[in-house]
């Protein structure tokens, strides 16, 4: 979505004393004018709204990739080429990553005669999608900023809404072509890698080996629950990625039928035993509930998570049963975690153990993040093992992060996805100068 002015083609820019003179871009207005369009050129449409709104010289949105790492600008419909790879814009040390780790947008104001930035995040429910940015030929009122961040939430339920039609997302997220095991793995995966609700906040992050090693996670909402799941399917490629497809998918089909967790580990194990006889997949499985914050867990050989409470990080250390698949008399067993308000819960695979770093001290890291949101302290920590290994992974690495709020807080605030009781989330707009 690139919408330019006279210069770089496009739509003209209206007279400064007309700007603002167009259709009131509501909630509603935005998203009708969207579904009119097909999906390819939804978000063209709102560049176009904007540009007539406020004069805007060009309207861009960015889409994060599949790392978190960088950010690929989409071009106007008609024009994006998917025979060609993504042009990858890397996120360290720009506006673009402060925007995305602070969730507040960026204005750079570089004086008389130039253009002002504006840069907002496109976020839904903590998973950040991507970037909305403008350049305008004055700075925005407030009236002006609070369109524009109103603009980038409704442009998050755009995207969502969009790409179950179409490749366009997808291929915008690929800055290197995917092995056919990592796209049935990224396939296995939820649509959205965060999620925030009042009583916690939960991200994962997944960077395959350089032969893909059968790594999985994925997580569902309830009324009264959230689940979570880690799994690691044995051997490497597509053989990794089948094992990976059937353990998932029977987890997913005991969860959604009601199962308890003894039930989906139990369905799980009895798949593989039935179609893959040969394999086993390690994993965990959580289930909290939201109403009292009971905890349950189940571990099938997997590497007992990490807890970070009051500054300290600790292995919880329940009993392990077998991995799923195993041919062997067995039961799984329903054991209670000790999670309370405040705590953040680490769930791993074994490739974020197995690197080369006597140097990397993962518990150190997580307390060095503690202040990251999980989204972004699961890309850290899977960033740090990647730099461990020199960007050649021997195993999958794969993290999920819950930070978990307790079953008293009851509200968040949906536009900037922070608990309204939590004073220490940032808030407002970040404005950058020269020499800043």
């Known amino acids: 979505m690139t919408v330019r002015g006279p210069d770089g083609g496009g739509t003209a820019r209206p007279p400064r004393g007309e700007r603002g003179r167009g259709r009131a871009m509501t909630l509603a207005g935005t998203l009708a004018a969207a579904e009119a369009a097909a999906p390819v050129e939804s978000l063209d449409v709102v560049a176009r709204m904007l540009q007539e709104r406020l004069g805007a010289v060009s309207v861009s949105f960015l889409i994060t990739d599949f790392t978190g790492s960088s950010v690929v600008r989409l071009g106007a419909a008609g024009s994006v080429d998917t025979d060609e790879p993504a042009r990858r814009i890397t996120l360290r040390g720009t506006l673009y990553d402060d925007v995305i780790r602070t ?113 999985t996670f994925d997580y569902a909402i309830d009324r009264d629950t959230v689940q979570l799941s880690v799994t690691d ?39 593989m035993r039935e179609h893959r006889p040969k394999g086993y997949v390690t994993g965990q499985l959580l289930r909290i509930s939201l109403i009292d914050g009971r905890t349950e867990f189940i571990n099938a050989g ?20 077998m991995p799923f698949g ?37 518990s150190d890291l997580i307390v060095r993040t503690r202040a990251l949101h999980p989204r972004e302290a699961a890309r850290t920590l899977i960033a740090a093992v990647v730099d461990a290994n020199n960007s050649h992974l021997q195993d999958d690495a794969t993290v999920m992060c819950l930070d978990w709020h307790g079953t008293n807080h009851s509200q968040r605030d949906a536009a900037t996805g922070a608990d309204l009781t939590d004073a220490s989330q940032p808030s407002g707009t970040r404005r950058i100068t020269p020499g800043r």
């Open 103 to 215: 969730q507040r947008p960026g204005v750079e104001d570089k004086g008389e005669a130039a253009l002002v930035r504006i840069v907002a995040p496109v976020t839904n429910r903590g998973d950040a999608i991507g970037l909305l940015e403008l350049f305008l030929p004055e700075a925005p009122d407030a009236a002006a900023m609070q369109e524009i961040g109103d603009t980038a939430h409704a442009l998050a339920y755009l995207v969502i809404a969009n790409r179950s039609f179409t490749d366009v997302y997808q291929w915008g997220r690929r800055t290197k072509p995917l092995s056919l095991a990592a796209e049935i793995q990224h396939r296995l995966l939820p649509a959205s890698l965060a999620c925030e609700a009042a009583q916690f906040a939960v991200a994962g992050a997944l960077e395959p080996a350089d032969h893909v090693g059968g790594d």
């Open 302 to 321: 997997h590497p007992w998570p990490l807890r970070m409470r009051d500054g300290q990080v600790r292995e919880i250390t329940p009993k392990v049963d």
């Open 326 to 362: 195993f041919d062997a008399p067995h039961t799984y067993r329903i054991q209670s975690l000790d999670l309370r308000p405040g705590d953040r819960l680490v769930m791993l695979t074994d490739g974020m153990l197995e690197h080369n770093a006597g140097s990397l001290d993962l």
């Open 233 to 271: 399917a044995m051997g490497h490629d597509v053989e990794a990625a089948l094992l990976a497809t059937l353990a998932v998918g029977a987890l997913r089909r005991a969860r959604r039928a009601g199962a308890d967790l003894a039930e989906q580990a139990r369905q799980a194990d009895q798949a």
